[in-house]
Each structure stands twice: as structure tokens, then as C-alpha cells.
């Protein structure tokens, strides 16, 4: 696999359940994102992790956890989520921007679509 | 924090003919202005951006403007084709420190390129 990848693709949960979500980034970047894209919404910047460390918290609920085990890895813990939680959930890596002036493309994975019933 | 609208939210033209999509951001400290393109069911990918020591970029039939002091920029595409039909997006950040490359992105505008 190559680029940026996301499992599951599709996902449907009971608002009781607990899952999570996992990407993974086969480009050797040290920076990981994730996004929640909700129709007609643009797109929201939830977590960002810098060399493994959560460097941004963009005042996301606590039902959303976040774990990032590795550069490579990222996982999006889901529990007791409401219906409008219901979105495309996209994962994306790239360089660390933060050590360096320039910044750098952001790769996209395909994304979770997720509905909560 | 920084707030970035996109003008207009469809766009349809004709095969051949350009078009443009507008986008104002309020962070005047913002410096780097990414574009995404979106195709159906796909991922967004980066299509061409610009950083704010630059008024111009051109890729092929692509090129985005960056008006510093109206706090604005511009996507253009010339010579429309077909696939080119998707949702565009902007977005815009503080490149390096504490901005740890968070993009604030508009609200996308979907183009329709008719043959």
C-alpha cells in the first residue's frame, strides 16, 4: 500500500457502541490529521499530532479520543456518539511543518464514512 | 482564530470556457494558501498553492492570485474540461511555530464543466 490508508471505510454504530477508526501513512512523515467532512460543512481540523506528541485539540468532544502509537499510525476512538456525528472522516499526513518556516502538502487518506444510528 | 470564506458554492460553465472561485481570509499573519480538489467518493488532493511572497502562480491551466492587502485569493482555470468537474477547496494557515501546519479550509465549491 502506498500513500495514505483508512480503515474501515464504511462504518455504521449505534450510538452505545464503541469503535475506532485507524489510518496509517506509508510516506515517511512525521505529522498526522484528522478531519470530519459534514455535508454542505467545510472541512473541520480535529486533531493534529506532531512527532507523536497532540499538538492541537480543536475543541472536539471527549466522545472523540484520538491515539497516535507511532508516525505511522493514527487511530480515532469513537464512543457514545450522537446522530450529527454522522460524517466523512478523513485522515492526513504530512511533514512536520512546526520546526521548519515552509509548509508542507497535506496527503489525504480516502476517508471513514460514518453513520450513527 | 481564522475564518476563510469561498464564493460562489456552484459554479457551471461550459467545456473550454474558465473559471474562478473567490476565497477571503481574516488572519492577516496567514501565509500559505493551499487548494484541494475533490472528486466524487475520492480524497482531496492538493492541486496548487501559493505562499504570501508571491502574488502569482501558474500550473498549466491552473493559476491562483493572492491579494495580500484585501486579504484575498483566487483560483483560476482556464480552458475547462470535463474532469475537471469536483468540489474545490481553499484553505489558508500560519506556515511553521505553533500553527504546526493547521489549514482553515472553505466550503468548498462544486464545478460542473458541461460538455
Redesign the interface.
Known amino acids: 500500500e502506498t500513500g495514505?490508508t483508512q480503515t474501515p471505510r464504511h462504518l455504521v454504530m449505534g450510538m452505545t457502541n464503541k469503535k475506532s477508526l485507524k489510518c496509517e501513512q506509508h510516506l515517511g512523515h512525521n505529522?498526522m490529521?484528522w478531519y470530519k467532512q459534514s455535508a454542505?460543512?467545510?472541512?473541520?481540523?480535529m486533531f493534529?499530532y506532531?512527532l507523536e506528541e497532540r499538538?492541537?485539540n480543536n475543541s472536539v468532544p471527549s466522545r472523540f479520543s484520538p491515539e497516535c502509537p507511532n508516525s505511522s499510525h493514527l487511530f480515532l476512538h469513537l464512543h457514545t456518539l450522537q446522530p450529527e456525528d454522522s460524517a466523512l472522516y478523513?485522515c492526513a499526513s504530512?511533514q512536520?511543518?512546526?520546526r521548519?518556516?515552509?509548509?508542507?502538502?497535506?496527503y489525504?487518506?480516502?476517508?471513514t464514512r460514518l453513520t450513527v444510528t | 482564530g481564522e475564518n476563510v470564506e469561498q464564493h460562489p458554492s456552484t459554479l457551471s460553465v461550459q467545456e473550454g470556457d474558465s473559471a474562478v472561485i473567490k476565497c477571503t481570509y481574516s488572519d492577516s499573519a496567514s501565509n500559505y494558501f493551499p487548494w484541494y480538489k475533490q472528486e466524487l467518493g475520492k480524497r482531496p488532493q492538493l492541486i496548487i498553492d501559493i505562499r504570501s511572497n508571491v502574488g502569482e502562480k501558474k500550473d498549466q491551466r491552473i493559476a491562483v492570485t493572492l491579494n495580500k492587502t484585501a486579504k484575498h485569493f483566487s483560483l483560476h482555470i482556464t480552458e475547462t474540461q470535463p474532469e475537471d468537474s469536483a468540489v474545490y477547496f481553499c484553505a489558508a494557515s500560519l506556515a511553521g511555530g505553533t500553527s504546526y501546519g493547521k489549514l482553515t479550509f472553505g466550503q468548498g465549491t462544486i464545478l460542473t464543466v458541461h460538455p
Open positions: 495514505v505529522a490529521y454542505k460543512k467545510p472541512l473541520e481540523l493534529v506532531s499538538v492541537e478523513l504530512s512536520d511543518s512546526y521548519d518556516t515552509q509548509p508542507y502538502e497535506q489525504f487518506g480516502p476517508g
